[in-house]
């Protein structure tokens, strides 16, 4: 199994910018969360999704960022129009909703910076 | 919700000496705890986790302790070594296709 895939790796671009980092789960996973990780506001759960349904969006910070998932392998983070204040990485984790505990697998991030 | 509290923020430990990480939780309903890992430059990883119905687990150096009355947990690392340097993140869920809630994390230093 790969894990968790996202791209890009990296992502440099400039102010009001659109921006799109996208994921794909494990197989088989159920569950998807966007992070953010800042030095300053540590890990942050932005979204999360379970059977492709958004659970939870309290994390969003504003009505910049929007996240679909339009099926199971599959999950966008868009951010328009970008700010230097969202430079941060990004992590998508996936896990088995259906287990008895929830381990997350988290992909490698984007690390994202706005110019 | 759920709030988690993380302590020491930053820890700095002779190698094979003991290091011990705290953590309390708010929601008497969350029964998972897991323990993520993060090198320098790296995703969190998981090293271990504690369900409710436990209230220890030891894998090889490392053990995990859970106070369901009190509403914290501990992380303890033995015998220290320089690959344990990380930052440590705990976590506190309901389990299921719930949300982890992290905490603040802590970074190991292991001086030689």
């Known amino acids: 199994d790969a894990g968790v895939i996202q791209s890009p790796r990296h992502e440099v671009t400039e102010m009001g910018q659109e921006v799109t980092l996208r994921c794909k789960p494990i197989s088989g996973h159920n569950s998807l969360f966007w992070y953010r990780q800042t030095m300053m506001r540590g890990l942050e759960l932005l979204i999360y999704?379970?059977?492709?349904?958004?659970?939870?969006d309290s994390g969003m910070p504003e009505d910049r960022f929007s996240a679909k998932m339009p099926n199971a392998s599959f999950s966008t983070l868009k951010i328009q129009p970008s700010e230097p204040r969202d430079s941060a990485v990004y992590f998508c984790?996936?896990?088995?909703?259906?287990?008895?505990?929830?381990?997350?697998?988290f992909g490698p991030g984007t690390r994202l910076t706005v110019l | 919700g759920e709030n988690v509290e993380q302590h020491p923020s930053t820890l700095s430990v002779q190698e094979g000496d003991s290091a011990v990480i705290k953590c309390t939780y708010s929601d008497s309903a969350s029964n998972y705890f897991p323990w993520y890992k993060q090198e320098l430059g790296k995703r969190p990883q998981l090293i271990i986790d504690i369900r409710s119905n436990v209230g220890e687990k030891k894998d090889q150096r490392i053990a995990v302790t859970l106070n369901k009355t009190a509403k914290h947990f501990s992380l303890h690392i033995t015998e220290t070594q320089p690959e344990d340097s990380a930052v440590y993140f705990c976590a506190a869920s309901m389990g299921g296709g719930n949300k982890l809630t992290f905490g603040t994390g802590t970074q190991l230093k292991v001086e030689l």
């Open positions: 984790a996936s896990s088995p909703q259906g287990s008895s505990y929830n381990e997350q697998f």
């Open positions: 999704f379970n059977n492709n349904v958004p659970i939870d």
